[in-house]
């Protein structure tokens, strides 16, 4: 940041200081630009600097989330565990930033809070919190998909005696549940995957439920040395591999039809994801019509249903952690957990249905449901993001003729590939809405939107263009395929952060791109080679 308030000449500005800003700032630095970070958080890591809660760890193997761009990065860092912690995913993250001397581009501690075009200079100005200034020629949105915590506004939450925190926001320090009688507000990932640590300590554990949700046994396990020196042989396949799934993620696929296949080869195939050779994803991946075939998914669904009848000894508990209605398997962020289910047969662990019994307020000594007042110390949310629009929105970003993403995106995103927007030259967002995204293996999705942009960048420089547009009509046309393609699928129908169900009022659309990594990435290398097809250079 400069010091006189006069925006510096810089060629790309770039926002965000996780995964995809990190990567951007190292690619953008060996295609000979001048780049800058600037993030909100006092160090580095996005989603894995602010989401520090027990239990905390990705749900994509370690060995397919981490960066593939630097073959002896790949060979220097050794993951401990089949799914990494939040801790470890961080550690790897900070490696990353020293290893490639990053931290001396990046401006910690900085939010962002307004970005404008300016027509005539064919530039982009950012203003930060703290009344700062800075422009670079382009501007690269990296701030995450889930970077923005969605704390519901419950009555009578500053009256608590207590102390309650969110998921996304955690005290660097921990917490310490010993002797407390804790809430747990939320059922997605995140209080999946918080509720068994926080048990364990906590002298009671409640857990309210507003939707129970579909969640498989990760079957985590430490990585022994054999093990990593397989892996690291073996990278490049590996990737070669994920890089040709749907979701970018080496993960077995079998490709038939549930319905083709006896009831016994189903349980077998089901049973067989489920277990330790399996788990996570792989469930996923059992049928190749899970998603767009209901009655293939309703096996899913029962088999999960039967698992959990199974695990949970409480009839009546178990009951209520099966999911139902109009809920296909897999259509919300399918829950990837460690004993889970296992938790609820803990005799300090309640479950309590707020569906039936909706949360009307936070008293002085708890949480008020229509059915009673439940005493408890520590309020825990786990109640998820403004997903995927939430960190865009949260910026006044002014485009050409001043106008608001804000409000350009009213009725939902409108991208042209997930990429960009048209109105909004010389903007790029990465891992965006309209592209795979958070159906994917994030990091594999980033490091694939930076080359793109970079390359896209140096293309029109060579050709001594200012200015990158994406076209109207192109856009358009991408905004219609992504919904037509999310359309032949059971996606659309679950109650989601992937249509925007969670936040009252956010219009619902199905956000992120369907098609899968491979036609995504067919789609990119083919708008390139036509001449960046659908942008106008100017
Ligand atoms: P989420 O999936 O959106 O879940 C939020 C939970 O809070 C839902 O159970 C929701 O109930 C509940 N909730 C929200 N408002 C409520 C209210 N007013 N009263 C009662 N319940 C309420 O959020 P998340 O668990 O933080 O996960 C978000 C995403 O982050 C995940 O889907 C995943 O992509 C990512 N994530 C990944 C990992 C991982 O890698 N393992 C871990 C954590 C998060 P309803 O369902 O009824 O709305």
């Not at 857990?207 to 990760?218: G, H, K, L, M």
């Not at 209901?294 to 178990?318: C, G, L, M, W, Y």
């Not at 050709?463 to 192109?474: D, K, N, P, T």
Request: glycine letters at 10%; proline letters at 4%; hydrophobic letters at 40%.
């Amino acid at each position: 940041m400069n010091d006189s308030n006069q925006p510096k000449a810089l060629d790309v500005l770039i926002i965000g200081a996780g995964f995809a800003g990190l990567y951007q700032l190292y690619r953008a630095r060996k295609a000979g630009l001048t780049a800058r970070v600037l993030e909100a958080g006092d160090d580095v890591g996005g989603t894995w600097y602010w989401n520090r809660y027990p239990g905390a760890r990705c749900d994509v193997e370690s060995l397919d989330y981490s960066f593939s761009f630097d073959k002896d990065l790949e060979q220097e860092w050794t993951w401990s565990e089949r799914y990494a912690t939040q801790p470890e995913i961080l550690r790897y993250i900070c490696h990353v930033a020293d290893r490639f001397d990053l931290r001396r581009d990046i401006q910690l501690r900085t939010r962002v809070t307004r970005a404008v075009f300016d027509e005539q200079a064919k530039r982009w100005t950012v203003e930060t919190r703290a009344g700062e200034s800075s422009g670079a020629q382009f501007l690269v949105l990296a701030t995450g998909c889930l970077s923005i915590a969605q704390a519901p506004d419950f009555k009578g939450l500053s009256s608590f005696a207590g102390k309650w925190y969110h998921s996304a926001d955690w005290p660097k320090e921990g917490v310490d549940f010993t002797g407390k009688r804790v809430g747990l507000i939320g059922t997605g990932s995140s209080g999946v995957q918080m509720a068994p640590l926080i048990a364990e300590q906590a002298e009671h554990l409640t857990v309210f439920q507003r939707t129970a949700n579909f969640s498989v046994p990760a079957q985590n396990e430490p990585l022994d040395d054999q093990a990593v020196r397989d892996a690291k042989a073996s990278y490049p396949e590996r990737r070669a591999r994920g890089r040709e799934t749907s979701n970018g993620i080496c993960l077995e696929a079998n490709d038939q039809s549930a319905l083709d296949v006896s009831d016994e080869e189903r349980l077998r195939e089901f049973e067989f994801r489920w277990r330790g050779a399996g788990g996570g994803f792989r469930m996923l991946r059992a049928f190749n019509d899970l998603l767009i075939n209901e009655k293939s998914n309703e096996h899913a669904a029962n088999f999960v249903r039967s698992k959990i009848r199974a695990i949970v000894q409480d009839p009546r508990t178990a009951e209520l952690l099966c999911p139902k209605g109009d809920l296909p398997f897999g259509t919300k962020r399918l829950c990837v957990d460690s004993g889970y289910y296992e938790t609820f047969n803990r005799p300090n662990v309640t479950l309590v249905d707020v569906k039936a019994a909706p949360i009307e307020e936070v008293t002085l000594r708890g949480l008020r449901t229509s059915e009673g007042e439940h005493e408890l110390d520590v309020l825990v949310f786990a109640t998820g993001f403004d997903a995927m629009t939430g960190a865009l929105r949260a910026i006044d970003i002014r485009g050409v003729g001043g106008v608001a993403l804000r409000e350009k995106w009213e009725h939902g995103p409108r991208t042209y590939l997930g990429i960009s927007s048209a109105g909004f030259p010389n903007m790029f967002i990465i891992a965006g809405p309209g592209s795979p995204s958070v159906l994917s293996n994030m990091v594999h999705s980033i490091e694939e939107h930076v080359d793109w942009v970079t390359r896209l960048i140096l293309h029109a420089r060579g050709s001594s263009r200012s200015l990158v547009a994406a076209g109207i009509q192109a856009e358009n046309e991408w905004v219609h395929h992504v919904n037509e393609v999310a359309d032949r699928t059971l996606y659309p129908r679950g109650n989601s952060w992937y249509v925007g169900a969670n936040i009252p009022g956010k219009p619902r659309v199905f956000m992120p791109y369907v098609g899968g990594v491979p036609a995504y990435r067919n789609i990119l290398n083919d708008v390139a080679n036509d001449g960046y097809r659908g942008f106008a250079l100017s």
